[in-house]
């Protein structure tokens, strides 16, 4: 069995798909692992760790995936090259596919059985296979880093004897794994810390990591969580109401990093341009939902903006700015999914199992995704 490794082809995209130690653990079970030249550098690997770990190197795409059963990839090969990889392989990869359902249709002209990792079904047997979470919870570390950076004071209280300085204020919108993971790391800065969700269910969460929750309690929000642990979309009477305790609150802090994001759609808009108007010069306002629409009105994807003296930042895929780390957790993620399918030596894929129904969106010529063919919204 051949599996590649491919040189990720998107811009800004440092993360590989595979790491030393998991290439070892994929030759146990009987793959001949080819990792693409190059592939792990912008990641802090070079081709000789993968070397020394067991994998050949190879040239160029087309011999990386030309004859391979398996091909590993972060981001998923371009549509234009579906071509070069054989009929019937297996893609394991992140692939936005609500977005790039055209890259969708070249793979499945192609003949291509494709995963989109970000499809996984979140129970118990499939966490360790949870790409949204793990790189989900290097993004939101990330970006209380960066919004330190950008914030011209410091985030705990000191207590000097020239004076106090007062501790930072910082609110987190989404309490998913991104938006935890920034409560945490913001705490552990001295930061103030309250953070919002439309899910009643977070408030426990939020408040043993030490925040304090700030949510419109009613009885929409009984029902404002999918089956899978995501928000719903809030009716427009919540939204108002939710939008004017945020407005009150946010005008009071200093930092805020939003999350929200909700499978399928554009980003909801969290803080719109007259909270941002009405927070303090040097405020920062960090955006993790830019790629997709944007939680912040005035954010922009790939730009930090500065409006009425609040730093807006907007960096693109915020897990490859943590790319060696992001890219140890992510080749864990592939690891997991492919052993159970891996039986002595041989590829038998499980098409009965639920992790495998729920995240094969391409197969025999043809998107197959109830979500994406609309048999299943």
Same mark, same amino acid.
């Given at each position: 069995?051949?599996?590649?490794?491919?040189?990720?082809?998107?811009?800004? @995209?440092?993360?590989?798909?595979?790491?030393?130690?998991?290439?070892?653990?994929?030759?146990?079970?009987?793959?001949?692992?080819?990792?693409?030249?190059?592939?792990?550098? &912008?990641?802090?690997?070079?081709?000789?760790?993968?070397?020394?770990?067991?994998?050949?190197?190879?040239?160029?795409?087309?011999?990386?995936?030309?004859?391979?059963?398996?091909?590993?990839?972060?981001?998923?090969?371009?549509?234009?090259?579906?071509?070069?990889? +054989?009929?019937? &392989?297996?893609?394991? &990869?992140?692939?936005?596919?609500?977005?790039?359902?055209?890259?969708?249709?070249?793979?499945?002209?192609?003949?291509?059985?494709? #995963?989109?990792?970000?499809?996984?079904?979140?129970?118990?047997?499939?966490?360790?296979?949870?790409?949204?979470?793990?790189?989900?919870?290097?993004?939101?570390? +990330?970006? =209380?880093?960066?919004? &330190?950076?950008?914030?011209?004071?410091?985030?705990?209280?000191?207590?000097?004897?020239?004076?106090?300085?007062?501790?930072?204020?910082?609110?987190?919108?989404?309490?998913?794994?991104?938006?935890?993971?920034?409560?945490?790391?913001?705490?552990?800065?001295?930061?103030?810390?309250?953070?919002?969700?439309?899910?009643?269910?977070?408030?426990?969460?939020?408040?043993?990591?030490?925040?304090?929750?700030?949510?419109?309690?009613?009885?929409?929000?009984?029902?404002?969580?999918?089956?899978?642990?995501?928000?719903? @979309?809030?009716?427009?009477?919540?939204?108002?109401?939710?939008?004017?305790?945020?407005?009150?609150?946010?005008?009071?802090?200093?930092?805020?990093?939003?999350?929200?994001?909700?499978?399928?759609?554009?980003?909801?808009?969290?803080?719109?341009?007259?909270? =941002? +108007?009405?927070?303090?010069?040097?405020? =920062?306002?960090?955006?993790? *939902?830019?790629?997709?629409?944007?939680?912040?009105?005035?954010?922009?994807?790939? @730009?930090?903006? @500065? =409006?009425?003296?609040?730093? #807006?930042?907007?960096?693109?895929?915020?897990?490859?700015?943590?790319?060696?780390?992001?890219?140890?957790?992510?080749?864990?993620?592939?690891?997991?999914?492919?052993?159970?399918?891996?039986?002595?030596?041989?590829?038998? #894929?499980?098409?009965?199992?639920? #992790?495998?129904?729920?995240?094969?969106?391409?197969?025999?010529? *043809?998107?197959?995704?109830?979500?994406?063919?609309?048999?299943?919204?």
């Amino acid at each position: 069995m051949k599996l590649g490794v491919i040189r990720e082809q998107r811009d800004a @995209e440092k993360r590989v798909s595979a790491s030393p130690e998991t290439v070892k653990k994929l030759i146990g079970l009987g793959f001949d692992v080819h990792v693409e030249a190059g592939a792990g550098i &912008a990641a802090s690997v070079p081709d000789s760790a993968f070397e020394e770990a067991g994998a050949k190197i190879a040239p160029d795409l087309a011999s990386t995936v030309g004859d391979a059963d398996v091909v590993f990839s972060v981001q998923g090969l371009e549509g234009v090259d579906a071509g070069k990889a +054989k009929k019937g &392989a297996l893609q394991l &990869a992140t692939l936005n596919p609500f977005v790039d359902g055209d890259r969708l249709k070249a793979y499945a002209d192609a003949g291509l059985m494709a #995963i989109a990792m970000e499809f996984v079904p979140r129970i118990t047997r499939a966490q360790s296979m949870d790409v949204l979470s793990s790189q989900s919870n290097l993004a939101g570390y +990330k970006a =209380v880093i960066d919004a &330190a950076e950008a914030y011209g004071r410091a985030f705990p209280m000191m207590m000097t004897a020239a004076g106090t300085v007062a501790p930072a204020k910082v609110m987190v919108m989404g309490v998913g794994v991104a938006g935890l993971q920034a409560i945490a790391t913001a705490k552990r800065l001295g930061a103030i810390v309250s953070a919002t969700d439309v899910r009643p269910s977070t408030k426990e969460q939020v408040e043993s990591l030490g925040g304090k929750f700030v949510m419109v309690e009613d009885e929409e929000t009984a029902e404002a969580e999918t089956s899978g642990g995501y928000a719903k @979309e809030m009716s427009d009477e919540y939204k108002a109401k939710q939008a004017k305790l945020i407005a009150d609150t946010l005008a009071k802090q200093d930092i805020a990093i939003t999350t929200a994001l909700i499978p399928g759609r554009p980003a909801p808009v969290l803080i719109t341009e007259e909270m =941002v +108007k009405s927070m303090k010069p040097g405020s =920062v306002i960090v955006d993790l *939902a830019v790629e997709m629409g944007g939680n912040c009105a005035l954010s922009k994807p790939g @730009e930090i903006v @500065e =409006v009425d003296g609040v730093t #807006i930042i907007g960096h693109r895929n915020v897990p490859s700015r943590l790319a060696a780390d992001a890219s140890a957790l992510y080749a864990r993620n592939l690891l997991h999914f492919i052993t159970p399918h891996v039986k002595e030596g041989a590829l038998e #894929i499980d098409f009965e199992d639920e #992790i495998v129904t729920e995240s094969l969106v391409t197969k025999d010529g *043809a998107i197959i995704h109830p979500r994406l063919t609309g048999g299943d919204q």
